[in-house]
């Protein structure tokens, strides 16, 4: 059996022992000094590479401002880098699919979020701290039988 603990200095020496060390995340570069991460949003996957750069960001071969002409989804692209103070210092290339314009700068803005941790490791807690690096795992339900949709009930009729 274990000892018996018989003052407090000794309790606290045991929790002292006991207390794990924080994992440490270290940098993830390709040959190319280049971070990848897979990005996810509702049916949109994104992979995307960032590298340090003027800060051009290239979505399927297309500009991001032709391909989003939207500026929400614009600045929703543009979150990670403000909020980490890293606006203009980056290059990203991205291929995305599956999914509509929303849910792709959904995953894009995810898989950014990633590739930035991946880049520069102490970025992480105010990525995190903003949301950025959570999976929105919401998507769309599936339609059940004997349903208009999936929880949409055919009209009722008396007679």
């Avoid at 989003?68 to 980056?90: K, N, T, W």
């Avoid at 509509?100 to 930035?116: T, Y």
């Avoid at 690096?133 to 055919?154: I, M, N, P, Q």
């Amino acid at each position: 059996m274990a000892e018996s603990i018989q003052s407090l200095d000794q309790l606290s020496q045991l929790k002292t022992a006991v207390a794990p060390e924080a994992p440490k995340h270290e940098k993830k570069v390709d040959k190319f000094n280049r971070a990848y991460a897979t990005g996810k949003r509702k049916d949109a996957v994104a992979r995307v590479w960032i590298k340090p750069g003027a800060g051009k960001v290239t979505v399927n071969s297309r500009e991001v401002e032709v391909y989003f002409a939207r500026p929400v989804l614009r600045m929703m692209i543009e979150q990670p880098f403000s909020v980490a103070q890293r606006s203009g210092q980056y290059d990203v290339i991205c291929t995305v699919a599956g999914g509509g314009l929303s849910g792709q700068a959904g995953a894009v803005r995810h898989g950014i979020s990633k590739a930035l941790t991946y880049f520069e490791p102490e970025l992480r807690g105010v990525l995190k701290k903003g949301g950025f690096l959570t999976r929105d795992s919401r998507v769309v339900e599936r339609k059940k039988y004997g349903k208009a949709k999936a929880r949409r009930s055919f009209q009722f009729s008396k007679r």
